[in-house]
């Protein structure tokens, strides 16, 4: 299909998809309906209830990958054995609606053992179709419906099948017809597919993938790719993979994982044992600058991703072995800190004004967005095992991941 041809059909279906949308309030890829943590369907009680009830649970399989939601499915991507595994189910009963597998072969660094072999990467939802990204970098393509595959992409394999150490992380996301995501190992290439033919559009083949998933903005006057490599932090151009600019990142480790963060014209990152640190880009003429607006070597997040609500910055800081933290997102000065011991790993989402943190202990937090303290105001137990993947919140209705099983818990 023409470049251009491709793009206005693009924009149209946009805009048909974009009422669905809001009126079906899905949850439709990594971090939800805005890719920015923000739970936009919310229906929050007047009275928040002691439990939560268990509307139904299923055996699914093993990884890290988040359930998506859209038109009143459910979509993952696990592991049964040496299959991945991919299917839907009914949002309402949780009866599995259509599968499909294919074997895997994966050997998991020792480092890593206790995380499993995968997958990781979180699939998206778009115009009727499902595309999964597995451990191997077997990048597929599914009709949400009936479950049939279309296309598939070994996108290791221009790579000698080259991937990242602890095994393939990045979440894809669509923009305007592309699907967009990072290929290959310590060389790699951040890579824009074509939806429906899954050809490729562009590359940026400056440095391979971590495990950070990319988000889209507009900076500058220009729609942009920002994500995170192994040892930079890039935007491209959406439409063409055209560098813009680039900051030298490189933790320790070379263990990128946090998804970037925006903040009005501002982006946020933060590493393993790294200041959290914002930036503002900026386009002078056909000039690019990324200048630092601010950095707090007090506060560093590693694998959470923090929220923004208004000017405050909500995460997971990995000092004192983990403290739930608010930040003035304008400064980076702290605004309050929970106590030590919450562990490496937590998931952060918000409301207008409440925030839910899933703790990798199975706990859900429910707590205000204030900048005078952290205030929790329930603790529900939705899981009997580890929890690592991120939860799904629908109006009153709660997807949770554990080990192996999905279950869905509402707000009575």
Same mark, same amino acid.
């Given at each position: 299909?023409?470049?251009?041809?491709? +793009?206005?059909?693009?924009?149209?279906?946009?805009?048909? /998809?974009?009422?669905?949308?809001?009126?079906?309030?899905?949850?439709?890829?990594?971090?939800?309906?805005?890719?920015?943590?923000?739970?936009?369907?919310?229906?929050?009680?007047?009275?928040?209830?002691?439990?939560?009830?268990?509307?139904?649970?299923?055996?699914?399989?093993?990884?890290?990958? #988040?359930?998506?939601?859209?038109?009143? =499915?459910?979509?993952?991507? @696990?592991?049964? $054995?040496?299959?991945?595994?991919?299917?839907?189910?009914?949002?309402?009963?949780? *009866?599995? %609606?259509?599968?499909?597998?294919?074997?895997?072969?994966?050997?998991?660094? =020792?480092?890593?053992m206790a995380h499993g072999k995968g997958p990781k990467a979180t699939p998206v939802v778009a115009g009727g179709k499902l595309y999964t990204f597995g451990m191997s970098g077997l990048?597929?393509?599914?009709?949400?419906?009936?479950?049939? =595959?279309?296309?598939? +992409?070994?996108?290791?394999?221009?790579?000698?099948?080259?991937?990242?150490?602890?095994?393939?992380?990045?979440?894809?996301?669509?923009?305007? $017809?592309?699907?967009?995501?990072?290929?290959?190992?310590?060389? $790699?290439?951040?890579?824009?597919?074509?939806?429906?033919?899954?050809?490729?559009?562009?590359?940026?083949?400056?440095?391979?993938?971590?495990?950070?998933?990319?988000?889209?903005?507009?900076?500058?006057?220009?729609?942009?790719?920002?994500?995170?490599? *192994?040892? %930079?932090?890039?935007?491209?151009? /959406?439409?063409?993979?055209?560098?813009?600019?680039?900051?030298?990142?490189?933790?320790?480790?070379? !263990?990128?994982?946090? @998804?970037?963060?925006?903040?009005?014209? !501002?982006?946020?990152?933060? $590493?393993?044992?790294?200041?959290?640190?914002?930036?503002?880009? @900026? *386009?002078?003429? +056909?000039?690019? !600058?990324?200048?630092?607006?601010?950095?707090?070597?007090?506060?560093?997040?590693?694998?959470?991703?923090?929220?923004?609500?208004?000017?405050?910055?909500?995460?997971? #800081?990995?000092?004192?072995?983990?403290?739930?933290?608010?930040?003035?997102? =304008?400064?980076?000065?702290?605004?309050? %800190?929970?106590?030590?011991? /919450?562990?490496?790993?937590?998931?952060?989402?918000? #409301?207008?004004?409440?925030?839910?943190?899933?703790?990798?202990?199975?706990?859900?937090?429910?707590?205000?967005?204030?900048?005078?303290?952290?205030?929790?105001?329930?603790?529900?137990?939705?899981?009997?095992?580890? !929890?690592?993947a991120h939860p799904a919140i629908i109006k009153n209705q709660i997807l949770v991941k554990d080990v192996e099983h999905l279950a869905l818990w509402n707000l009575p």
């Amino acid at each position: 299909m023409r470049r251009a041809s491709r +793009k206005l059909v693009a924009f149209v279906l946009s805009v048909v /998809a974009l009422p669905q949308i809001v009126l079906s309030q899905d949850w439709p890829q990594w971090r939800g309906p805005r890719r920015d943590g923000a739970v936009v369907s919310f229906a929050e009680p007047k009275l928040w209830p002691e439990q939560l009830k268990l509307k139904w649970k299923v055996k699914v399989g093993i990884g890290h990958s #988040s359930p998506v939601v859209a038109g009143q =499915r459910v979509y993952l991507h @696990t592991r049964e $054995g040496e299959d991945e595994v991919v299917q839907a189910l009914d949002l309402a009963t949780g *009866r599995q %609606l259509w599968r499909d597998s294919y074997p895997v072969a994966y050997t998991v660094q =020792r480092a890593a053992m206790a995380h499993g072999k995968g997958p990781k990467a979180t699939p998206v939802v778009a115009g009727g179709k499902l595309y999964t990204f597995g451990m191997s970098g077997l990048l597929s393509c599914y009709d949400t419906r009936s479950g049939k =595959r279309r296309w598939r +992409k070994a996108t290791a394999a221009q790579f000698n099948n080259a991937l990242p150490e602890y095994g393939v992380a990045v979440s894809p996301i669509v923009d305007r $017809g592309l699907l967009i995501t990072h290929v290959g190992g310590a060389s $790699g290439a951040l890579t824009a597919f074509d939806t429906e033919t899954g050809e490729e559009e562009w590359s940026w083949k400056g440095d391979g993938p971590s495990y950070a998933s990319p988000i889209v903005a507009d900076l500058g006057g220009v729609r942009q790719v920002i994500t995170v490599s *192994r040892q %930079l932090i890039i935007g491209v151009a /959406a439409d063409s993979g055209a560098l813009l600019w680039q900051i030298p990142y490189s933790p320790r480790n070379g !263990t990128n994982i946090g @998804t970037p963060v925006l903040y009005k014209q !501002t982006l946020v990152f933060s $590493g393993r044992e790294r200041a959290i640190t914002a930036f503002s880009v @900026t *386009r002078r003429g +056909k000039e690019w !600058t990324a200048e630092q607006a601010w950095t707090n070597p007090d506060v560093s997040m590693w694998m959470s991703t923090p929220v923004v609500s208004g000017d405050f910055l909500f995460g997971l #800081s990995q000092k004192n072995r983990g403290q739930f933290v608010c930040l003035d997102a =304008r400064t980076g000065k702290v605004l309050w %800190l929970s106590e030590g011991r /919450a562990g490496d790993y937590a998931v952060i989402l918000k #409301s207008d004004n409440k925030l839910f943190i899933q703790t990798t202990e199975g706990n859900l937090i429910v707590a205000d967005i204030t900048d005078k303290g952290y205030e929790p105001l329930r603790r529900y137990q939705v899981a009997d095992s580890e !929890t690592w993947a991120h939860p799904a919140i629908i109006k009153n209705q709660i997807l949770v991941k554990d080990v192996e099983h999905l279950a869905l818990w509402n707000l009575p």
